[in-house]
């Protein structure tokens, strides 16, 4: 059994220690968080205990750590599991800053620990299989890549306050890697635009909670995605990859493919109203990659660099969008 903690009890914490608790080969030991109320939950639910860091880190007979804690935590997090000889599961992004970030990569070099960044979305079955045909050639050279991801709310005030521009490091991270994964290549520019269209009410710090993002890759493909967090009919994930020789598109999900035919017309389900429902099985086949990838003493499948390299993207996009103009990756 891998043995594991759980670092933050809070939005995604209970998804995460659900799929941990719900796997065969793993079990939640401990849960680790300053909201002792939000921790107590988990473990009573999952026969956990509740720990301080120093104390869970400290015992020899946990494996690894699952981090879900606010962003600007996170490298500081993932520095003293690697420490203490832990694996560790990390949600994006690694930081915010990059500095902290090549810090972070120094540590995970010197302790050599095996790291994982949680960019769910790669083990999506539909995606996988866009990911797979493109690299079979079946839409020849890629040439175009539109994705569109669009939330049907937007963060609490309080979470917004804390990540200024998250739409790009929160929410848009998640489709500068699928770009790179999806193709197989490197974005070297970012032009990006962004507009505050929700009401004072609703986003009163005015961040931005419209942006669109055009990516130039070094193999001559363009990329676009458009993020918003007011999508009033559920939560919108498309992809459509376009090349010479035919497209692909992987299509939005909804709870069942039923469709009513009557008077009034055609009905189908409504989309998943969030990620966490139109993810619910990425998120378990991503733990259930890295604990494969612990028991069989290999990298896992998104390491390090994934995590940098995206947020070295999302950098880019803020800066383009503070200036106006392209920037150079």
Known sequence: MIEFC??????IGPVHAANIAQHPRARLRYVVDLDRAAAERIAAKHGSTIATLDRALADPELNAVVICTPPRTHAMLIEAA???GKAVFCEKPI??????????????RRTAVPFFVGFNRRFDPTHKAMREKIARGEIGRPEMLVISSRDPEISPPDYVAAMPFGIFYDTMI?????????TGDEPVEVYARTAVMLDEKTNPHRDPDTAMAMLTLKGGALAHVNSSFRAVYGYDQRIEAFGEKGMLISCNQQPTSLESYSAEGV??????????QRYAKAYADELDDFIAALEAKRAPSIGFEDGKRALAIAYAAMESAKSGKPVKL
């Open 82 to 84: 690697a420490k203490a």
């Open 267 to 276: 009905r189908r389900d409504p989309l998943h109203y969030f990620f966490v």
């Open 174 to 182: 998640h489709d500068f890697d699928m770009v790179r994964w999806l």
């Open 95 to 108: 930081d915010l800053d990059m500095a902290n970030v090549e810090a972070c990569g120094g540590v995970l």
């Open 6 to 11: 759980l670092i933050g009890a809070g939005f």
